[in-house]
């Protein structure tokens, strides 16, 4: 699956979670050999039906370079306005990349990139072209935007790649900082701020679903309190590792907002 699908389905995680019927999905996804039998009773054997989602949309991502268009295909017969939110989100992804000159090869979307690995398709009997985004079903576009930039639970298990692109105040930043190990302090700081970030960013940290549902109850009604209990064990299991540059690499491929770390490190 393509870095621009992945970021897509990850900034509409929410909204999926709160919208998809996952069994009807999975039959589809079994058709078009995406995933079998077994991996369907393994999803399905989760306790709720939100867990189920989650496993599904984790799930995905591992399945190849046809598994977004498979997806994709599964969505049109009840669930178009999901395929609009999507397609919607990757063009806002190309739109913000192309105003960034400085992106690597491989990154999100650059040089009119497709959006679909299949050029000029969907999903089974589409032909919607690159870059369009499908019109709202029953006619007009929607306008309303609610999960914008939201992106409160962790799609992979997997780290992502640590290509993300430092922005200028990071590349000014001196040696002696960037490679020093990361404080306490600096940590409770960010844990302040980072409000339901910390879930994302602690799957990019490596630590798997049990780990962060761990992390969740540690303190039930302070997110603060669960980030910065999930950052302190980073810190500790990454030892020498914990520097603040791969801090901020997490934190940028979590899409962290910059204003909640830019001063810890800029002081």
Known sequence: MEKIHKDALIRCRVFLC???????????????????????????????RLRRIESLLDFIPTRGPTAFDAFMGSLEKDYGFVIEKIYEKINELQQQQQRRPNQP???????????????????????????????YP??????????????????QETRQSFDAVPTNWVERLPNEVKLRPVTEAELFHIAHHI??????????MGFSR????????????????????????W????SGNAT?????????ISYVDESVYRDVFCS
């Open 105 to 135: 090869p491989g990154g999100a979307v650059a040089n009119n990139a497709h959006i679909s690995s299949n050029p000029g398709t969907r999903g089974p009997g589409s032909t919607l072209p690159p870059h369009q985004v499908p019109p």
């Open 18 to 48: 709160e919208t998809l019927d996952p069994q009807y999905l999975m039959d589809h996804l079994i058709q078009e050999g995406i995933m079998t039998d077994d991996m369907k009773d393994h999803i399905m054997g989760e306790r709720t």
């Open 235 to 238: 810190r500790s299991k990454e």
């Open 195 to 204: 409000g339901n970030k910390w879930e994302m960013l602690a799957a990019q």
């Open 138 to 155: 029953g006619g007009g576009q929607m306008t309303s935007d609610p999960m914008a930039g939201d992106a409160r639970r962790p799609v």
């Open 244 to 252: 603040v540059i791969n801090l901020i690499k997490l934190l940028q």
């Open 210 to 233: 049990g780990e962060i549902d761990h992390f969740r109850m540690y303190c039930q009604f302070d997110q603060s309190l669960q980030a910065a209990r999930m950052l302190s064990t």
